[in-house]
């Protein structure tokens, strides 16, 4: 292991002699250390070259503030500094507990940008701290003291190629190479048998094949045993204790040892020495090291070599960028299980594993079931300079009751991408709601082999979101009709008393009331100088009952902007917009001016991080918000795309998902999600499926619960090409975004390959990039891996993404633009009581928001029973609401649904899960 060569040992040590005898060698640290530290610049150098702006990483955790302490860690900062490891230092205050030392390691432990990770001892902490259970709890790949129980017993075993030796024993090793003497066939004795020096020093000596002696305090006859010594190396910590006159000639000294004995010639009255007698060990010994200068400069050294051996170590398998993940290989089973017996047969990784495998910290995970997770916004703030991944956004066309399998494809897709194209990919879905559970479509979290799983845990059981939701809803109701009461029933000066109490003789007024008085032009914020006008004018918000706000419009505005904010701040300023109601004078009363605001963003606090999941081959996924598309955006949480984006690196791929056709969800999608994210999509999937084209060709209509009409199970392709035109279509709303699009048709077991042909040829036509089959809920990502494969292809496009209109023209312009481009309608046609509320909106400063258009997800038009491509119909807007916290327009259509009459037969019957196990 340590070379040994002639030319080393005139590099290496220095030579004195006088007229009388020859000297001991003088092995110097000083010089070998610098040797060692330039070699290892050179090798830093080479790893940034090969890899750019890799550098090794180094951390010093220290636990209070000893001046030795800092002195010792000053050496450590500067030597990684000259040689180009990117060093820091974590100083916990003396009153670190045990618990907060033990979490700082774990965080170190996980930063994939720190190779080494030192823990100065001793620990000057002011509470008990179990030093052992803090040292062995450095990672072993990371400890490059070498101090772990696991380093120790790899090294114990002679497994040195695999374990980090300790400093200083490493240090003594290079010094002892630099004599040029060889340790095998040695005798070599180690005069102590700290697990830091001594211990180590033995095994090193010991699979070196020297012959080892280990003394120590008990040792008898301990002149005897360093007398025989070839190499001696002395780590006692007691002053000069091993006499010149013990020392065999010619051996090898090592002095690990520095203390200070009392010297008059001395400034300071002491001087510095070693556990050995210098002045007369040197007139026996071959060769000795000085203190100070010998072994001291070479344990920082050492400390250096292996952290950059550590960094190598981890280059060896770090590919930029690319998770460690481990997917799971899925047989498909014929004829296929059902979606809850697939979903039992899989063993889903544990949540905490599979947060570290795609990056994520410990401290950055909220586990609240084996299989889920929340995850803090913190690894936003974290990951903030990190490139995004491409961004792929699912749609549809016009679907029938029982959908296309977007998210099927959505889950597929990435599935392909992750365990078979090898490349990060998370997708993100909506978290499904109570009633889209048990709608005629399933249990809303895929299917087949493309599903999350545990599949109760993802749909059955409640992430708290909508609870929380509804909650926060109530607080508002509740707070609107305290309001109304105590307004008729107090005076102005006792409604002031209950808004600004006075607490020990003041009063003072919250931020959320500081904005309500300067709404109000009262630029006061001392309730002691209000005039009795300026109180009656704050306290009274004189509601107008008839525009109260009912609540299931409140959760739905606040599920909206829980799915539209980018962090915690932009949440509570979103929720003190809500509209809530209208003065008697025509003005908007909000949140703020009810003073729950406040309340409100602290409720749902936690509602506001993604959940981590997992499909049936272990790819990640983030279940977050159910925006309802009919009058929201509909489509999953900005912070979770946000997220897997960062997360994914610049190579990797988040397939996100929007609700319904794309003339209703991806539009929104776009116009509303995209505006308020700053994020621009690079790819538009389409899912299409044979049986939706057909009944958009003239097929009878599907209704959920009853069996299929014959004319789904007959090749009729005449009746599909007619179909087609509202694919076309759809395709034209897609690229009217700038993007590529490619159609996924989702295969049936009833369609005919000259039916998939020709859906995919009239796709082409159309002008999608590509159009491909997609048999991922039969196959899983093998099923999807043609789509990933035309998806990479398109990626690499120059994106020229734009939006449909720009939200500073009139909000009617807006509105006219999305029915004729969108819907292919002639025009708008806006009631009275539209028009009304439009000028009241536009009169209050909301005319600039985005539209959002509610009506009917089965029809291009508002009714239902039109299929195909309608065109030159006129949109009926009924009504308009203003969703100010949410940040856009909600327009209601005229849509009929004549179609869904009858209620729709929920999926549970006839399919326990349960008994599906079984």
């Not at 000259?82 to 205050?93: D, S």
């Not at 490059?144 to 040195?160: C, E, F, H, P």
């Not at 010998?294 to 950059?308: D, H, I, S, Y």
């Not at 365990?419 to 809303?444: D, K, T, W, Y």
């Amino acid at each position: 292991m340590f070379a040994l060569t002639a030319s080393v040992l005139r590099r290496g040590a220095l030579r004195y002699r006088d007229s009388q005898c020859t000297m001991a060698t003088i092995v110097s640290g000083n010089k070998t250390s610098q040797q060692v530290k330039e070699r290892l610049k050179k090798e830093v150098a080479e790893m940034k070259t090969q890899f750019p702006g890799f550098r090794p990483g180094l951390v010093v955790l220290q636990v209070g503030d000893r001046d030795d302490s800092n002195l010792y860690i000053s050496m450590k900062l500067k030597a990684a500094a000259e040689i180009g490891i990117n060093a820091n230092h974590i100083r916990l205050p003396e009153t670190a507990t045990e618990d907060e030392v033990l979490q700082s390691i774990v965080a170190v432990n996980e930063n994939p940008a720190v190779h080494g990770l030192i823990v100065q001892l001793p620990l000057d902490s002011i509470g008990p701290i179990n030093t052992e259970k803090v040292t062995n709890a450095v990672a072993p790949e990371k400890d490059v003291d070498g101090l772990t129980s696991i380093n120790a017993g790899k090294l114990s075993r002679g497994d040195l190629g695999n374990c980090f030796i300790p400093c200083t024993p490493n240090g003594c090793m290079e010094l002892i190479s630099q004599t040029g003497v060889s340790v095998m066939g040695k005798n070599a004795v180690v005069i102590g048998r700290s697990k830091i020096v001594g211990a180590p020093m033995h095994d090193l000596l010991l699979w070196n094949h020297a012959t080892v002696t280990t003394c120590h305090s008990k040792t008898l006859d301990l002149a005897e045993h360093v007398g025989r010594a070839d190499i001696l190396v002395v780590g006692a910590g007691r002053a000069e204790m091993v006499k010149g006159e013990w020392v065999k000639e010619g051996a090898v000294v090592i002095d690990c040892g520095i203390s200070h004995i009392p010297d008059r010639s001395k400034a300071s009255g002491k001087r510095v020495v070693g556990d050995v007698h210098y002045s007369s060990a040197k007139e026996r010994a071959g060769y000795i090291t000085p203190v100070p200068g010998g072994v001291g400069p070479m344990t920082v050294a050492m400390l250096m070599k292996n952290t950059v051996e550590s960094a190598k170590r981890f280059l060896q398998t770090y590919t930029p960028g690319k998770w460690n993940i481990v997917f799971t290989k899925k047989k498909p089973q014929e004829p296929q299980p059902s979606d809850a017996a697939i979903s039992h047969s899989c063993q889903s990784k544990p949540v905490g594993q599979l947060a570290r495998e795609v990056g994520l910290f410990s401290e950055e995970v909220e586990p609240y079931s084996r299989s889920r997770a929340k995850i803090r916004l913190d690894v936003l703030k974290r990951m903030k300079k990190q490139p995004d991944g491409k961004y792929v956004v699912v749609t549809g066309i016009t679907s029938t009751p029982l959908g296309e399998g977007k998210r099927t494809t959505a889950l597929g897709l990435a599935q392909a991408f992750g365990a078979l194209l090898n490349i990060n990919a998370f997708a993100c879905v909506q978290e499904p709601s109570p009633g889209s559970c048990f709608g005629a479509r399933g249990v809303a979290v895929g299917g087949g082999y493309s599903q999350i799983i545990p599949l109760e845990e993802a749909s059955l059981q409640p992430s708290g979101q909508n609870e929380l939701i509804s909650a926060a809803s109530r607080v508002v109701m509740d707070t609107i009709k305290a309001h109304a009461h105590y307004e008729t029933k107090l005076s102005d000066k006792a409604l002031f008393d209950l808004l600004v109490p006075l607490k020990e003789g003041q009063r003072s007024v919250s931020p959320a009331q500081l904005s309500r008085l300067k709404k109000l032009g009262i630029e006061k914020s001392d309730p002691l100088t209000f005039t009795g006008t300026e109180i009656r004018r704050f306290v009274r918000l004189d509601i107008d009952p008839e525009t109260t706000a009912d609540s299931d419009s409140l959760e739905n505005e606040i599920m909206a902007i829980l799915s539209l904010s980018s962090s915690e701040e932009e949440m509570q300023q979103r929720l003190a917009k809500i509209v809530v109601a209208t003065n008697k004078s025509g003005y908007p009363v909000t949140t703020e001016d009810l003073n729950v605001s406040g309340p409100l963003a602290m409720l749902l606090k936690d509602a506001l991080k993604p959940v981590l999941m997992q499909t049936v081959e272990g790819t990640p996924v983030f279940l977050h918000t159910s925006p309802l598309v009919d009058i929201a955006q509909g489509s999953p949480s900005i912070l979770a795309d946000k997220m897997a984006l960062k997360m994914v690196g610049s190579k990797g791929f988040v397939v996100t998902e929007s609700g319904h056709g794309a003339n209703i969800g991806l539009e929104k999608f776009f116009n509303i999600k995209c505006r308020y994210s700053g994020l621009q999509p690079d790819v538009v999937v389409m899912v299409a499926t044979v049986r939706t084209l057909k009944m958009h060709g003239g097929a009878p209509p599907l209704q959920a619960g009853l069996p299929l009409p014959k004319e789904y199970s007959q090749e009729n392709l005449k009746q599909l090409e007619r179909g087609c035109r509202h694919l076309r279509r759809q395709v034209e709303n897609a690229q009217a975004f700038g993007l590529p699009v490619i159609v996924a048709v989702n295969k049936f077991s009833s369609d005919t390959d000259a039916e998939l042909e020709l859906v995919c040829g009239q796709a082409r036509q159309a002008g999608a990039f590509d159009a491909v089959k997609c048999t991922n809920w039969s196959k899983g990502g093998a099923g999807a891996l043609a789509l990933a494969e035309a998806v990479q292809r398109a990626a690499d496009l120059p994106g020229r993404f734009r939006f449909l209109y720009d939200s500073q023209i009139p909000a009617a312009d807006k509105l006219r633009i999305v029915a004729q481009k969108m819907y292919g309608a002639k025009d708008i046609e806006l009631s009275p009581k539209a028009k009304e509320k439009l000028a009241l909106y536009t009169k209050q400063g909301f005319g600039n928001l985005p539209v959002c258009i509610a009506k009917t997800h089965l029809s291009l038009s508002n009714d239902p029973m039109m299929k195909e491509e309608p065109t030159n119909f006129m949109l009926p807007i009924t009504d308009i609401k203003a969703n100010a916290g949410a940040g856009f327009l909600s327009c209601l259509t005229n849509s009929t649904n004549t179609e869904m009459d009858d209620p729709m037969w929920p999926c549970f019957h006839g399919n326990n899960l349960y008994h599906d196990s079984k």
